[in-house]
């Protein structure tokens, strides 16, 4: 298993070589075999959020990703912003007619979409994300 703590200023152009980082470890780990590109768009739409929403593009802010890679088995992410939280109960569907047109929620939906499980702690200061490892029978 390999841990990983990193660590970004909220500024958009700090997103992309975090992920790609990231990425790389887990594409390294085999722990979420074809399923690479759905990690990392959960990770994407969950480090642009805690930037942009979390911690308003304040680049004094920080965003903290924590990410546990189990060779074969998964892998979990936190990922932490030094905002106010929110309630993610008060998070539009977008997928609603009402709100198709509609910016905000998309976020969290393809989060909740693509990983096996998403939750929300800190007063929505943290998101927490987990893909396990799918074996494929023969």
């Known amino acids: 298993m390999v841990q990983a703590k990193l660590s970004i200023r909220s500024a958009i152009k700090e997103i992309s070589p975090l992920i790609d980082r990231l990425m790389l470890l887990i594409k390294e780990g085999n722990c979420v075999v074809g399923e690479e590109i ?5 990770l994407r739409e969950a480090v642009t959020n805690a930037v942009l929403h979390g911690n308003k593009a304040d680049p004094e802010k920080r965003v903290v990703i924590c990410c546990e890679i189990g060779f074969g088995s998964g892998v979990s992410v936190i990922v932490r912003d030094e905002g106010q939280g929110f309630d993610p109960a008060n ?7 009402e709100n198709i047109e509609c910016g905000h929620g998309r976020g969290i939906y393809l989060m909740r979409a693509l990983m096996d499980e998403v939750h929300f702690e800190q007063g929505g200061t943290e998101v927490h994300m987990r893909k396990d490892f799918k074996y494929e029978s023969t």
């Open 38 to 42: 759905n990690v990392e768009i959960a």
């Open 91 to 97: 998070v539009s569907d977008p997928t609603t007619t």
